[in-house]
Structure formats: structure tokens, C-alpha cells
């Protein structure tokens, strides 16, 4: 039952992939839970709704 | 004020309605709140963006 | 795979039961997933860490 | 690494720039830590998927 | 309905106190919605039970 | 800033570096953000406190 939560960027399918095969693996075995009761949720966070030290991050982007 | 986030797939908004109906009248019965101080948040959650077992769900889902 | 968080005040063993069996079956019903592939957190949160209307749950309760 | 959600409505960009801003100071200032490691996510969240008293909050706002 | 969840170190009730007030004057005015309306949970999280920047937290404070 | 949060049994403190190093790593190399950015919260959950297929996992263990 371990569930797993992501907030990030988008990432394209492939990854996707990855990320959710490497969690639950990982998840797994250092949980000694099987990998069939893992959930993992990719949560989306766009530059234009995260915060990073005190600023929007699409603001810090633009700056560099 | 107890809260309650049901991640999963999009609902139709009849459904939508009687979730957070239920979800509340239970919530409000077993913990003593009022209802009106309950809050559900339905968090839809993609097939694209969420993994079990390892795997994509979307991929899963192909595979049947 | 919908996975279900309740946040709220601590609960005795058979009300949690009831909560689960009860949030468990709406959301099967209602998303079309199994009851199998469901999981229910519940979260507790006391009245020293909650906030409501601005002001410590806490001391709210204390002023009743 | 202390870590801020936000689940309300959408708020335009300088809202959201003031929100950062002001949770980041005051969660900075309350915890010791450095504002350059506090995360702030804003979560979106419709009336079409949110419940409020049992409600769907698109049912209630239309009443009134 | 606003809800707002801070992660963060043990703080104490004072601190907590004006965590709460500040951060529910904040949404409430920027988003529109009634103090009332807001809830916000504190959900400690202990240096045993973070990671930042791939290591314990506890093991890069103890560094320093 | 990519954040993760994991929901599962409580781990020994070996075992807590070893996911949080291996989920920073993947997440860093899959998303492009710096390791230091990344923050990994793991949220203890008993069986006292979950329900899996409708269960109290409590329950469930004890059967078996």
C-alpha cells in the first residue's frame, strides 16, 4: 500500500516510465511491500503555480 | 474542519455530487464535526500521470 | 488505484473501520475501480496543529 | 525544506506573487529557515471539484 | 474553503499561533474567501523523516 | 524544487537514507533539477491508520 507523490515538472512519457518503474522499485524493496500494492501519482507543478524563495518561480526563470 | 482529497479518475458531476455527499455524511457521523465543516477536494488523476505495480497506468490499461 | 486521505481528529478502532469500509465502498462504486485497488489514509490532526478562521483549534475549543 | 500547499481558487499572477511572498516570509521568519529552501505549491482547485457541507461548491455558489 | 498545509519543523504554540493568523489573513484576502472558510493544518516533519538534496536531513545538520 | 512525499511503513534509518538518495537521484536525473532542489518528505503510516480493500490493514495482517 506504500503510495508515492511527485510534484514537478512535466516530464514526457518515456520518463514518466522511468521515474514511476524506479520509485516502486526502489519503494519495494526497502519496504519489503510488493510492487503490485504501489501507487505513484505524477503531480504537475507548473512555473506559473510554485514558489521558490519567495518568488514565482516563472519569475526566477526568466531572470537567469 | 476535517479534510478529505479523493485522488482518482474523473468523475461525471452526478457522481461528483453524491462522493462528496457520502464522503461527508460519514465524516461528519464518525468524527462529530458538523458538515458544514467538512471540505472534499476531488484530485482527478490521469491514466497518463499515475503509476501501479510499476507501470504507467495507461500502459496497464492497453495491455488488457 | 484511487487512494483516499482523511485528515482529522483521532478516531477509536471501530470508527476507523467503519471509515474505511464506508469511504471504501462509495468510491469503488462510484469510479468503477475495485475495493482491492483502493487505499484509505487516515491522517490525524490534533487540535494543537490545526487552524480554523485563523485562530488555533485549540484555543477555539477552549472559548466554547 | 519547510514545504507550503495552497488548494483554493485560481488566483491571477500578482495574487499568486503576493501569496508566495507572504507565506514564504512568514514561514520563514516562524521556522528559522533560510526563505531560499521554502517551496510554496499553489493547487488549483474548481468549484466542479470541490465539497463544501456536503455540497458540490458549483451547486452552492449558484444558489445564492 | 481555502486549505493550506505547511511541512515544516516543530514549532511552538505561540509560533504556531501566529502561523495560522498570518498565513489565513493572507489567503483570505488575496483569494477572496472568508477567514472562516480557511482551515490550515501544521504537519510536523522531524530531520529523521526528511531528505534534502538526496541525504537525511538529521545527517547534514549533524555535519554542520 | 520537485518535491516527494511517501506514505508506507516506518523504515530504519538505513534504510530511510538509502530511499531517499535513490528517489533524489532519479528524480534529479529524470526532471533536470539539481539534486540540492529536491526535497523528499517520508510520512509514516501504521497499519492502525490505513485501509486497504475497504480493511483496516491491521485487520488484514492479523488474519493472514
Chains 1, 2, 3, 4, 5, 6 share one sequence.
Do not use: W
Request: cysteine-free; aromatic content about 8%; hydrophobic content about 30%.
Amino acid at each position: 500500500m506504500p503510495t508515492i507523490f511527485f510534484y514537478g515538472p512535466k516530464l514526457d512519457k518515456e520518463k514518466r516510465r522511468e521515474m514511476i518503474k524506479s520509485f516502486t522499485e526502489t519503494a519495494s524493496r526497502l519496504s519489503g511491500k510488493s510492487k503490485a500494492s504501489i501507487v505513484v501519482y505524477l503531480r504537475e507543478s507548473s512555473p506559473e503555480s510554485v514558489g521558490v524563495g519567495g518568488e514565482l518561480l516563472e519569475d526566477r526563470e526568466k531572470q537567469k
